[in-house]
C-alpha cells in the first residue's frame, strides 16, 4: 500500500540524510597531537624545528596531514616551564617531545607519568636520574643524548691549542641552567692541568650578557667558552657579535654559532637530534619503556676562517686538519 508523505516531512527526511557523511567523520578517529615544549625561543630554532618535521616525515607523519603539532615555548624564562608542561597534558596529547636540555623533560616527567615523553638533553640521562638505563628506560620517557655538557672540558683544550697564551680564560654560564654548576667544575678541573685559571661570569638575560663582555674587556681575558645552554643558543647572534666587537676569541657548543660568525664549535648535530626525536615509532604504539636513549656519537669541529682572520688568530695546520668543516 502507497505511503503518502508530506512535503514538509520530505524536507526533513533530505536534511537529515545530509548530515549522514559529517556524522561518520566525526566517528573517525582524531588525528594525534604532538605538544612540543621548548625553553627557549622559536625563531633561531626553526631550522631544528624542520628537522623534527623530517624525522615525522621518515616515519610516515606529516603535520596537518595525519599528525598535528602544539608547540610551547618558555622564551628563556625557565620557571614557565613547569605550567608549559602542565597545559600539554590538560590538552591531552598523545606524546609529549622536550628541547632545551633537563629543565623541560623534567618538567614534563613531574606533570605526567602516563604521557609518553621523548626528551634531548645535554648530559647523561641516567646519572640525572630521567631514565632507569640507557637500554631500557623503563617508565614513560626517552630519548636523545647529545653531549653538550660532557664535551666542555675538550672544548677548553681546543681553546687552549687555539690560543696556547690566554691564561685567564672567562666561561659564560646561565646560573637557571641546572646542568651550569657541573660544567664549571669540569672546566675549572681541565683549567688546572693546563695551567689556566678561570673567570666564571653568569648571565639569564640579554642586558646580564652585555654585562659578561664588559667584564670580559675589563678583566682583559684572553678568550671565551660560552657553556651549554638552551638560552644561550637562542642569542648566538648577540654572543657572536659581542665576541666580534671585543675581540675576543670564542668556542661554542654546536655548528650553528660557528655559522653565525663565532670562531669555532665543537659538538654534536642538534639538527640529527632533532630529527631523531622526530621519529614517529610511539606514534605507531611502541613505549617509550622499551626504547634504548639514543646517543648521538658524531662529534663536529666547525672552525670559521674568515673570523680568525678578523682576530688576527692563525689557525694551526694541526687543527685544519682535525677540523670537519671550515667556514670561509
Do not use: C
Not at 567523520?25 to 633561531?44: D, E, Y
Not at 657553556?227 to 666587537?245: E, H, K, T, Y
Not at 669555532?264 to 626525536?277: E, F, I, K, P
Amino acid at each position: 500500500m502507497p505511503v503518502n508523505i508530506g512535503r514538509r516531512e520530505l524536507i526533513a527526511a533530505l536534511g537529515s540524510a545530509a548530515t549522514w557523511p559529517l556524522t561518520a567523520r566525526a566517528q573517525q578517529p582524531a588525528m594525534p597531537v604532538i605538544g612540543f615544549l621548548g625553553t627557549a625561543s622559536a625563531n633561531p630554532f626553526a631550522h631544528l624545528i624542520a628537522g623534527f618535521r623530517q624525522g615525522l616525515k621518515e616515519t610516515g607523519y606529516v603535520e596537518g596531514q595525519n599528525v598535528a603539532i602544539e608547540f610551547r615555548w618558555a622564551e628563556g624564562q625557565y620557571d614557565r616551564v613547569p605550567a608549559l608542561a602542565a597545559d600539554l597534558v590538560r590538552r591531552q596529547v598523545a606524546v609529549i617531545v622536550t628541547v632545551g636540555g633537563e629543565i623541560s623533560a623534567f618538567a614534563a616527567k613531574a606533570a605526567t607519568t602516563m604521557i609518553p615523553i621523548v626528551f634531548n638533553v645535554a648530559g647523561d640521562p641516567v646519572k640525572v636520574g630521567l631514565v632507569a638505563s640507557l637500554s631500557r628506560p623503563g617508565g614513560n620517557a626517552t630519548g636523545v643524548n647529545i653531549f653538550t655538557a660532557e664535551l666542555a672540558a675538550k672544548r677548553l683544550g681546543l681553546l687552549h691549542e687555539l690560543i696556547p697564551t690566554a691564561l685567564l680564560i672567562a666561561v659564560l654560564v646561565n646560573p637557571n641552567f641546572p646542568p651550569a654548576a657541573a660544567n664549571a667544575r669540569e672546566v675549572e678541573a681541565a683549567a688546572r692541568v693546563t695551567g689556566q685559571k678561570i673567570l666564571l661570569l653568569k648571565a639569564d638575560s640579554e642586558s646580564g650578557i652585555d654585562a659578561a663582555f664588559a667584564t670580559i674587556e675589563q678583566m682583559r681575558t684572553g678568550a671565551l667558552l660560552v657553556a651549554a645552554d638552551p638560552f644561550f643558543n637562542s642569542r648566538r647572534d648577540q654572543i657572536v657579535a659581542l665576541a666580534a666587537r671585543h675581540t675576543i676569541p670564542a668556542v661554542y657548543e654546536f655548528r650553528e654559532f660557528a655559522a653565525a660568525g663565532g670562531l669555532m664549535s665543537y659538538g654534536t648535530s642538534l639538527v640529527d637530534a632533532y630529527r631523531q626525536q622526530g621519529s614517529g615509532r610511539i606514534l605507531k604504539g611502541e613505549k617509550p619503556a622499551d626504547l634504548p636513549v639514543m646517543q648521538l656519537t658524531k662529534f663536529e669541529l666547525v672552525i670559521n676562517l674568515k673570523t680568525a682572520k678578523a682576530l688576527g688568530i692563525k689557525i694551526s695546520d694541526n687543527l685544519l686538519s682535525l677540523a670537519d668543516e671550515v667556514i670561509e
